[in-house]
């Protein structure tokens, strides 16, 4: 696996020139020479990645292959692997990766809060997929921070460029919602898989396999955990998270009402290592004991 630590060694792998900024470069597919040094090439890259794609592009991102279609765009976040192994075929030469240290936004609001745009640990095929006029949006964006990053630098230059970066992913987030809506009949289909998952993983489980977690369910579903979250949030009003502890809880509540079980024997059954645990989180969630609930019912 090769680690590319700077934007500099970055341009040299890809035959390009070097960057007009340290910390910040915009790479268009048409300028690539693309070399057999990183034909089948798993690459480190410590920066985050934001490429709008018109073609197909054979990579493989953790375990999913994706062709990209017209007007998609792909979020890495720094460290993430990245694993090459064709010669790309173009069909357009409007593609582009912009690409951005994570030093770059240090000691901004923007640094402070990257982490919140979940997108950029999202699996390939979770891919934005944009119309026609937030394709425009996007570049006429992209096209600003180029031209900041172009120029002269001068006391205003890194604060314009990191303002249009947060501009551009407050954009990608709006988006991002309208995918999730415009595909509500699948994501629906999706909320009723997910609570199957939870009922197969204690009908079918061993005991003392522990609580159901989001990476578990997000497998499960062929997703990543944030995106399975997301899509959950905007269809239901509850993550991933939320989701489970819910049916976490009705599952203890019908064991209280309907059995005659110990609170540790469904401390222990719904995967709590405690029976404490178990009823602190009860109590978080009913403001009452599962003693208590069990009294008053």
């Given at each position: 696996?090769?680690?590319?630590?700077?934007?500099?060694?970055?341009?040299?792998?890809?035959g390009?020139?070097?960057?007009?900024?340290?910390?910040?470069s915009?790479?268009?597919?048409?300028d690539?020479?693309?070399s057999?040094?990183?034909e089948?090439?798993?690459?480190?890259?410590?920066?985050?990645?934001?490429?709008?794609?018109?073609?197909?592009?054979?990579?493989?991102?953790?375990?999913?292959?994706?062709?990209?279609?017209?007007?998609?765009?792909?979020?890495t976040?720094?460290?993430?692997?990245?694993?090459?192994?064709?010669?790309?075929?173009?069909?357009?030469?409007?593609?582009?990766?912009?690409?951005?240290?994570?030093?770059?936004?240090?000691?901004?609001?923007?640094?402070?809060?990257?982490?919140?745009?979940?997108?950029?640990?999202?699996?390939?095929?979770?891919?934005?997929?944009?119309?026609?006029?937030?394709?425009?949006?996007?570049?006429?964006?992209?096209?600003?921070?180029?031209?900041?990053?172009?120029?002269?630098?001068?006391?205003?230059s890194?604060?314009?460029?990191?303002?249009?970066?947060?501009?551009?992913?407050?954009?990608?987030?709006?988006?991002?919602?309208?995918?999730?809506?415009?595909?509500?009949?699948?994501?629906?289909?999706?909320?009723?898989?997910?609570?199957?998952?939870?009922?197969?993983?204690?009908s079918?489980?061993?005991?003392?396999?522990?609580?159901?977690?989001?990476?578990?369910c997000?497998?499960?579903?062929?997703?990543?955990?944030?995106?399975l979250?997301?899509?959950?949030?905007?269809?239901?009003?509850?993550?991933?998270?939320?989701?489970?502890?819910?049916?976490?809880?009705?599952?203890?509540k019908?064991?209280?009402?309907?059995?005659?079980?110990?609170?540790?024997?469904?401390?222990?059954?719904?995967?709590?290592?405690?029976?404490?645990?178990?009823?602190?989180?009860?109590?978080?969630?009913?403001?009452?004991?599962?003693?208590?609930?069990?009294?008053?019912?």
């Amino acid at each position: 696996m090769k680690q590319i630590r700077s934007l500099s060694e970055f341009h040299r792998l890809l035959g390009l020139g070097k960057p007009k900024h340290p910390l910040i470069s915009l790479i268009y597919d048409k300028d690539v020479q693309w070399s057999s040094e990183i034909e089948f090439e798993k690459l480190e890259l410590d920066f985050y990645i934001i490429s709008l794609k018109y073609h197909e592009q054979p990579m493989k991102y953790g375990r999913n292959f994706y062709d990209f279609e017209e007007g998609t765009l792909v979020f890495t976040a720094p460290n993430q692997i990245i694993e090459t192994f064709e010669k790309p075929s173009f069909t357009k030469d409007l593609g582009w990766a912009l690409i951005f240290k994570p030093e770059l936004i240090q000691s901004s609001v923007l640094g402070e809060k990257i982490k919140e745009y979940d997108f950029f640990y999202y699996d390939s095929f979770e891919s934005l997929h944009m119309s026609e006029q937030e394709n425009e949006i996007i570049n006429d964006i992209v096209k600003k921070v180029k031209y900041e990053y172009e120029l002269n630098l001068d006391k205003h230059s890194h604060a314009l460029i990191v303002s249009h970066l947060e501009v551009l992913l407050q954009y990608c987030n709006r988006f991002y919602e309208r995918q999730f809506l415009t595909r509500s009949p699948v994501n629906s289909d999706v909320l009723s898989k997910f609570e199957k998952i939870l009922s197969q993983f204690y009908s079918e489980n061993k005991e003392n396999s522990g609580l159901p977690s989001v990476q578990y369910c997000a497998e499960c579903l062929n997703y990543s955990p944030k995106y399975l979250s997301n899509l959950l949030k905007v269809e239901t009003g509850k993550n991933a998270q939320e989701h489970i502890h819910q049916f976490i809880l009705n599952r203890a509540k019908n064991k209280l009402l309907y059995s005659t079980e110990s609170i540790s024997e469904i401390a222990y059954d719904l995967g709590f290592d405690y029976p404490q645990s178990f009823t602190r989180f009860f109590k978080a969630k009913e403001k009452i004991t599962p003693n208590q609930f069990r009294m008053q019912n």
